[in-house]
């Protein structure tokens, strides 16, 4: 099974909302990453958090960690028509030493 | 700035055709380099990387196989495909090595295996 994964294969949101995507993993992390993949794209980081963090922010998103869960979320505020992407959590859980992507949630951002 | 690029953008082949998949990174020198594989709607598959010239490891197998013969190349190839290839693959590099290394892809390349 995944050692990370997001919890909803997909979300649909109207521009201006806020969505929250979700991820759990398994076994102690070094930290957690966010990453967005845009369609016919290499994704791209959104946000680092190291397991001592329990939030971070990078302009209308945030990220939250929790430890003792072993879960992640990721929060956009006032989303765009451009937020429209897959979004994956990335860990390094079963101490691979290296990040290991999980499923992925298809947001989709309707005008 | 650092830049990576893929070639092809993308290919269509044919079952038991071999294979080769390039990837160049600028502006960074030994870099670490890795190979992903994803399926249409899928995850995000690791198959190989490299923390040095000459050095690579497999991850998975894939009946594929990469070579990095530059500091700032990195090849993905096989004798013959299989449907299975088609997909989309990913080079991507990091300065750092652990679970907090940020990794930097590229575009990609398309293969579809007919």
């Known amino acids: 099974s995944q050692l990370a994964e997001e919890n909803l294969w997909a979300l649909s949101v109207h521009e201006g909302e806020s969505v929250t995507v979700n991820c759990s993993y398994k076994t102690s992390i070094t930290a957690l990453q966010w990453y967005r993949q845009k369609s016919g794209e290499g994704p791209a980081q959104l946000i680092l958090i190291r397991s001592n963090e ?3 922010r990078n ?3 945030r990220a939250t960690l929790d430890t003792s869960s072993q879960s992640s979320s990721l929060s956009i505020t006032a989303t765009r028509c451009e937020d ?3 979004y994956f959590c990335a860990t390094d859980a079963g101490g691979n030493y290296k990040p290991t992507f999980g499923k992925g949630t298809s947001l989709v951002v309707h005008p | 700035a650092q830049t990576i690029h893929q070639w092809p953008v993308a290919e269509i ?3 038991g055709s071999p294979l080769s998949l390039g990837c160049t990174i600028k502006g960074k020198s030994s870099p670490n380099l890795y190979w992903y594989w994803q399926a249409t709607g899928g995850t995000l598959q690791q198959l190989f990387y490299s923390i040095t010239v000459g050095q690579v490891e497999s991850v998975v197998q894939l009946n594929l196989s990469a070579s990095r013969p530059k500091d700032d190349q990195f090849i993905l190839s096989t004798e013959k495909l299989l449907l299975s290839h088609s997909g989309f693959y990913l ?3 990091s300065s750092d090595w652990g679970g907090d290394a940020e990794q930097f892809f590229g575009p990609g390349t398309r293969l579809t295996v007919l």
């Open chain 2, 13 to 15: 082949k044919a079952v």
């Open chain 1, 59 to 61: 302009g209308r998103l």
């Open chain 1, 84 to 86: 429209t992407a897959v």
């Open chain 2, 91 to 93: 080079c991507a590099w």
């Open chain 1, 54 to 56: 329990r939030e971070k």
